[in-house]
């Protein structure tokens, strides 16, 4: 009896001493599993892109809120000839060319004749913090993925259409550019 006794303490102790320690015996809540996301072809919700873009851009969210510290996909079209000036952001971006010629340069200053041109189905991938630059040939759709929370920093202020300031005075004559901002 006592041997059967002293097997039965020493399993009945091999068991707890196997089962992981937890301060908490509360039964823990199912991991919820993270879902796919599928954007059927053609169904971008396309709007403006935010202000912080050149005026032209749209923008359309595919997945994640680019705000947050989330992964995001967002597409950009882009229409001929726009232009992004030199800028940074804090996060590597990548991209991936979807229809049009996207023209890219590396720096702080906007060098046409220095761009590569990166057609349909081509990718780019810019370190975080690395000065470079835009421009469309024909209307571009880039597809763009990166971490957030998304920021865009122009290395001249002076570029950033948020900032930019009018500086109009009455005796100025108009010129017919479609640009009123220097």
């Known amino acids: 009896m006592r041997s059967t006794s002293f097997l039965t303490l020493a399993a009945l102790l091999s068991i ?3 089962k992981p320690s937890s301060s908490n015996d509360a039964p823990s809540a199912p991991t919820r599993q993270a879902s796919h996301s599928v954007a059927a072809q ?34 950009l079209r882009l ?11 804090p996060t590597t971006e990548n991209v991936t060319v979807l229809a049009g010629t996207f023209l ?3 720096g702080t200053q906007f060098v046409e004749s220095q761009m590569d041109a990166v057609g349909q189905n081509g990718f780019i991938s810019i370190p975080a913090e690395h000065a470079h630059y835009a421009m469309a040939r024909g209307v571009t759709v880039v597809q763009v993925h990166a971490i957030g929370p998304f920021a865009l920093t122009y290395v001249n202020a002076a570029d950033n259409p948020v ?8 005796d100025q004559q108009p010129t017919g550019s479609t640009h009123q901002f220097p």
């Open 16 to 18: 707890a001493c196997s």
């Open 42 to 75: 053609n169904s971008e919700q396309w709007g403006p892109a935010p202000a912080v873009f050149p005026p032209g851009a749209e923008m359309a969210v595919l997945q994640g809120d680019p705000s947050k510290t989330e992964p995001f996909t967002v597409r």
């Open 79 to 89: 229409p001929n000839g726009y232009k992004l000036p030199p800028h940074t952001h």
């Open 104 to 106: 890219a340069g590396s």
């Open 163 to 170: 900032t930019r300031v009018a500086r109009w005075t009455p």
